[in-house]
């Protein structure tokens, strides 16, 4: 059967053979996994290795591949993922996960024996395509220019592919194998609809109105177990087959095969949205939710979490109806939502766990001149190599050590590959359990369950009430006789508890005080236990897994430690400090001496003798918490050195965030003896802050912003600094025979008078009192002469002496 690819086979490998790189796109289903390496096999010098985001896609490429040649897998065309190799010295395609190729290259920098690397589905953008794709890019301009490298999907944004690429030939095949109507929801799905509802509701409709299988895109497999309940005798004699990564292969390969003489329902997680061809299939009916990884490197945590798909995801799931016929696609949501939903799904490099990526370019040298399509985040970056650190996999300058190097050639996590190094062939079943998925449901957190039941399954099922995951359980022993074999032998014995430890040196928990199971991680964050589970009233747990949330992480495994065992691990870390700090709880100074690994205190006790200057530091942590007691003399001194400093004048900053962050130079000194809230309340400030002038300073605050006005009689007004200028109040008879304004400061600002009545009330507002006496002043004298006949309302106020005196009255 022609495909819409095989229109544009030639046009790629004409391109591959001037410029040894291109960039393709191409449609669901246009049939570009299994075409493009087959065509360049007559192309291409050596053996053609191909990445696929997913181990049955991997599998299920290289199947068909070999199908079409006639052969077996194994012979022209072969797989390897993890734990699982089948290829033969004849193998001239490899279709590999994307993991294998950086493996490869750390044993073979120059891919001796490789003449082409295919990237396949390159828009998912996961962490190891795009190191693989960075580190393949390195080796075919340092040492392999005749490397052929093509990266190629159907939604991917190719402009910037193709400029990491140096500007590679983009290709774009056009048209679909067959055509798909797609149809949405009338309106937006009601909030209160739960979301397995309105899958089954959908999936019936589309059951009922379109003919051939129907392909179901749902989050995660939570969700797949309660919609295949949920639609159990509402399809009629339709086989209901469930699809997802944890899944044994053979069930997988039972969802893609065609059913005979009769119609199924595949029920599939984004496992299904590329590179796969299922039989039969004409429907797709997407609930328009994806499950997502993020990291959060303030926490070190990751967390699923569920989000809208984007639309490069969504067209990528409407394809899968029109791979081998017409077909028809329901959306299950408006038509009038599709514009919110973003483009593209963000790279993983934007939100994983970047430890894996920090070790690879740490075992390279640095490779700070990778060519990165996504750079990594700095400040995940600088998290992961924190962790490495602590793990002993980088030492000085960042450079990777023996041990560093040991762990990366592990097919581990760094933090199992630790604790497999140094708990040797014992640790191959705890560190095969982590990288896995839970293999008990509905148990509680203890580890030590799931340690049981991978010992011994069948007593385990039989003896607990407890459901086990059996295909993950035999997938995790599989791997955990692989790692046995890859782990080095060791003389020392360690308890899971201590192997577990080693892995999660920043996750050992103590349990904070009061009633609830809630602990304080090594690593600074917050975490709690479920209510009533049974290692709440442990005093030490070791936290192998959480839901991620980076204020107080919920608890889904962990491992109850003891003193000892930490104090084995780790007595070298384990250090007496002597903390004066600043208690927000009891509004006062605590001085205390603990023993303390990372942010535990494992014991506390009174520092009798705490330093002065830690108890100085302290009070003044006590004092940005409480604010600054702030008197009115005090705030009339600040408010005179503002005015001088915002004018030019050489003046320290006593603005208030200024005066806060630098309490401990102007204010320490003044604040001995102060231990309590009250205390430091009853601070005054003003002695410290004249201190903070020299004698210059202050003889040039005396002078251009004093703090009083002295009037014509000498009496002195204090001046009020707080508004938009310096204003005093004063009587008008007072000011007689003045006749320049008063002014302040090197700006020569006028200062404001309120001219007062007699009986003190304002009669005018001035900053022009020439001005006031030459034009105003008359009109103010004819209505206060009648009002105050025994005061002076001279025609010339210049040249009468001012007084506060009146005459007196007439007997």
């Known amino acids: 059967m022609r495909l819409p690819i095989d229109d544009i086979l030639p046009d790629l490998t004409a391109a591959l053979r001037s410029a040894g790189r291109a960039v393709l796109q191409a449609p669901p289903g246009a049939g570009k996994t299994t075409r493009v390496p087959l065509a360049l096999l007559e192309q291409v010098a050596g053996r053609i290795v191909m990445l696929e985001p997913r181990r049955l896609a991997a599998r299920a490429a290289a199947e068909q591949m070999a199908r079409l040649l006639g052969e077996d897998v194994g012979k022209t065309v072969g797989y390897r993922i993890r734990g699982e190799a089948v290829t033969s010295p004849a193998t001239r395609i490899e279709v590999v996960t994307e993991g294998i190729l950086t493996r490869m290259l750390q044993s073979d920098p120059e891919l001796r024996g ?74 937006p799905r009601p909030k209160a609809e739960r979301f397995e509802v309105a899958a089954v509701n959908l999936i019936v409709q589309a059951v009922t109105e379109a003919e051939g299988s129907v392909l179901v895109f749902l989050p995660g497999e939570g969700e797949i177990r309660r919609v295949a309940t949920a639609l159990q005798g509402r399809v009629g004699e339709a086989g209901i087959y469930p699809l997802y990564g944890a899944l044994p292969f053979a069930q997988q390969r039972a969802a893609i095969a065609p059913m005979a003489g009769g119609r199924k329902i595949v029920l599939a997680t984004a496992i299904a949205e590329t590179s796969l061809t299922i039989e039969d299939i004409r429907i797709v009916v997407d609930c328009g939710l994806a499950r997502r990884a993020r990291f959060d490197p303030g926490s070190g945590m990751s967390r699923l979490v569920t989000e809208r798909v984007t639309r490069a995801e969504a ?75 602590s793990l002993g996999a980088l030492g000085d300058a960042g450079r990777i050590t023996a041990h560093g190097r040991a762990m990366a050639a592990l097919p581990l996590h760094p933090r199992l590959a630790h604790m497999l190094l140094s708990a040797g062939k014992e640790g191959a079943g705890l560190a095969a359990l982590l990288s896995e998925r839970d293999i008990v449901q509905g148990a509680p957190v203890d580890l030590g369950l799931r340690l049981m039941a991978l010992r011994d399954p069948r007593n385990f099922a039989e003896r ?78 070791v936290v192998t897994d959480t839901d991620g949330n980076p204020q107080e992480a919920r608890i889904r495994q962990a491992i109850a430690l003891s003193d000892a065992e930490l104090r084995v691990l780790y007595g070298d870390q384990i250090v007496w400090q002597n903390r004066c700090t600043w208690s927000k709880r009891h509004r006062r100074i605590e001085a205390r001496a603990q023993q303390c690994f990372g942010a535990l205190v494992l014991e506390d006790r009174i520092w009798r003798d705490p330093d002065p200057q830690a108890v100085m530091q302290a009070a003044c942590d006590g004092l940005r918490d ?62 410290a802050l004249r201190a903070m002038l020299d004698w210059g300073q202050i003889q040039m605050l005396d002078e251009m912003a004093p703090a009083q006005f002295v009037t014509p009689l000498g009496n002195r007004i204090p001046i009020d600094y707080s508004g938009e200028a310096p204003e005093i109040s004063v009587r008008l008879q007072e000011m007689f025979g003045l006749s320049s304004h008063p002014v302040i400061g090197p ?65």
């Open 464 to 541: 607990t009430p407890y459901a086990l995951h059996r295909a993950t359980v035999e997938r995790v022993r599989e791997d955990m006789r692989r790692l046995a074999r890859l782990a080095p032998k060791t003389q020392t014995t360690l308890s899971p508890a201590e192997m577990a430890a080693l892995a999660y040196p920043d996750r050992i928990g103590l349990r904070r005080k009061g009633d609830a199971p809630r602990y304080v991680l090594s690593g600074g964050k917050g975490a709690v236990l479920p209510d009533g589970d049974g290692l709440g009233q442990m005093r030490l747990i």
């Open 747 to 811: 700006a020569r600002q006028p200062l404001r008078i309120t001219l007062l009545s007699p009986a003190r009330r304002p009669l005018q507002v001035t900053m022009d009192l020439p001005g006031f006496w030459a034009e105003s002043y008359a009109d103010v004298r004819k209505d206060m002469r009648g009002q105050y006949p025994r005061h002076p309302w001279p025609e010339n106020p210049l040249e009468a002496a001012p007084t506060l005196r009146a005459k007196p009255r007439k007997t």
């Open 315 to 389: 067209e990528q799931r409407r394809g899968r109806a029109g791979r081998v016929a017409e077909g028809v696609c329901y959306r299950m949501w408006a038509r009038s939502e599709e514009g919110a939903l973003a483009a593209f799904a963000p790279p993983e490099i934007e939100r994983a766990d970047l430890s894996g990526l920090a070790l690879e370019l740490a075992l390279l040298g640095g490779a700070e001149d990778l060519r990165f399509l996504t750079p990594p985040p700095q400040g995940a970056m600088s998290e992961a190599r924190a962790l490495l650190c």
């Open 114 to 187: 490789v003449g082409a690397v295919i990237f396949d589905e390159f828009h998912e953008r996961s962490l190891n395509a795009d190191l693989g794709l960075a580190l393949t890019w390195e080796v075919r301009e340092a040492l392999r220019p005749d490397l052929a490298v093509v990266a190629m999907s159907a939604t991917l944004d190719a402009e910037p592919v193709a400029r990491l690429l140096d500007d590679a030939p983009i290709l774009t095949a056009q048209g679909r194998a067959f055509a798909v109507d797609t149809r949405w929801l009338p309106r």
């Open 626 to 687: 409480l604010g600054l007691p702030v008197s009115d003399a005090a705030r009339r001194f600040i408010a005179r050195v503002e005015l001088l400093r915002t004018q030019g004048a050489e003046m320290p900053d006593m603005r208030e965030d200024a005066l806060l962050t630098g309490l401990e130079s102007w204010l320490g000194p003044y604040l001995a003896g102060c231990r309590t809230a009250d205390q430091l309340r009853a601070v005054d400030l003003l002695p």
